[in-house]
Every structure is written in structure tokens, then in C-alpha cells.
Nanobody, 119 residues
């Protein structure tokens, strides 16, 4: 069992940056693929980035967002730069057995953190 807690969300102006953190419980954090997703009101949950032995990004964030992880701290990060109003959403981290771009392949989810980008 893995418990995930996101933090770092907030309100930022367009062009600004935020860094999200996701702290995980458990001693096997390093064995999990970690993903970030987001969900805007009225929209489906959308893949953002994932990290295991490799990293992968959605085209919408490639070059602006960076996923990283510190296995010693059981934490995964999402550095978000050049934020735009279209990035406004609740951001979720997730843990699963392999790097995937689809939400059902992740077994564990955090409660999410709100990111709001004003124009």
C-alpha cells in the first residue's frame, strides 16, 4: 500500500512557475513508476508526465514541465514553468508498476492539489 500527498499548488500569474511535490509512504517507493496527471473542470483526467527508469511527457507540457524524483526522500516533483491559464487544474500524482500515460494503469493516487493560473 502506498499513500501519496501532493503539495505546492496555488495561484500564479501567467508566465510564472510552481513546483509541486508528492510525498509517498512506504519503503518500496523506488520500485514504482510515478506519474502526474491533471483534471480541469468538465474535462477528463489528463496525463502530464511519468518517471521510472525513463521519463515521458505529454506534448502539451514538453519543454515547460520537468518531472524528477528523490528516492531517498520518497518524493516526486513536478517543476512547472511558463504556466498558462490553460494549465489551471487539479494536479494529481500517482504510483504504479510501470510508466504509463493512462490513468487506470496507476494503482495509487493522491488527493490532488489545485493550480490556478491567472491571465
Amino acid at each position: 500500500q502506498v499513500q501519496l500527498v501532493e503539495s505546492g499548488g496555488g495561484l500564479v500569474q501567467a508566465g510564472g512557475s510552481l513546483r509541486l511535490s508528492c510525498a509517498a509512504s512506504g519503503r518500496t517507493f523506488g520500485s514504482y513508476a510515478m506519474g502526474w496527471f491533471r483534471q480541469a473542470p468538465g474535462k477528463e483526467r489528463e496525463f502530464i508526465a511519468a518517471s521510472s527508469t525513463t521519463t515521458t511527457y505529454a506534448d502539451a507540457v514538453k519543454g515547460r514541465f520537468t518531472i524528477s524524483r528523490d528516492n531517498a526522500k520518497n518524493t516526486v516533483y513536478l517543476q512547472m514553468n511558463s504556466l498558462q491559464p490553460g494549465d489551471t487544474a487539479v494536479y494529481y500524482c500517482a504510483a504504479g508498476p510501470l510508466t504509463a500515460v493512462v490513468a487506470p494503469l496507476y494503482a495509487y493516487w493522491g488527493a490532488g492539489t489545485q493550480v490556478t493560473v491567472s491571465s
